[in-house]
């Protein structure tokens, strides 16, 4: 069975080095244009309730604001203390302008 994506964002919305949350089907994703790649994971921080899309973005992980763990966006690894839960990951296909991820 084919996996359903949808869309959550247009390419021209996302420069490189930037990274916004989208709020997409009563979930909390973080999207990141990783140099011209996209990637999109959960938003909240697995250690407490705090938006990724607020921390800082270097490379390929997201620091959270709150206590400075930082997560690989590829693949949602926990890099460093005080998270230990890895980040849930969503697929990312890109359909023309249309930025589109599988939420299933
Ligand atoms: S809330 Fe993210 S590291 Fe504590």
Redesign the pocket.
């Known amino acids: 069975m084919p996996q359903d994506f949808v869309k959550i964002a247009q390419r021209g919305e996302l420069m490189p080095g930037k990274m916004k949350r989208v709020d997409l089907d009563g979930r909390r994703i973080l999207l990141a244009n990783v140099d011209g790649s996209y990637y999109a994971t959960d938003d909240t921080?697995?250690?407490?309730?705090?938006s990724?899309s607020k921390g800082f973005l270097k490379g390929d992980t997201v620091k959270?604001?709150?206590?400075?763990?930082r997560f690989n966006l590829r693949t949602g690894q926990v890099l460093d203390d005080?998270?230990e839960e890895n980040l849930r990951t969503y697929p990312v296909r890109l359909d023309g302008d249309d930025i589109l991820i599988c939420l299933t």
Request: overall charge negative; hydrophobic content about 20%; charged content about 15%.
């Open positions: 921080c697995t250690h407490e309730e705090s990724l959270c604001p709150l206590h400075g763990s005080p998270a």
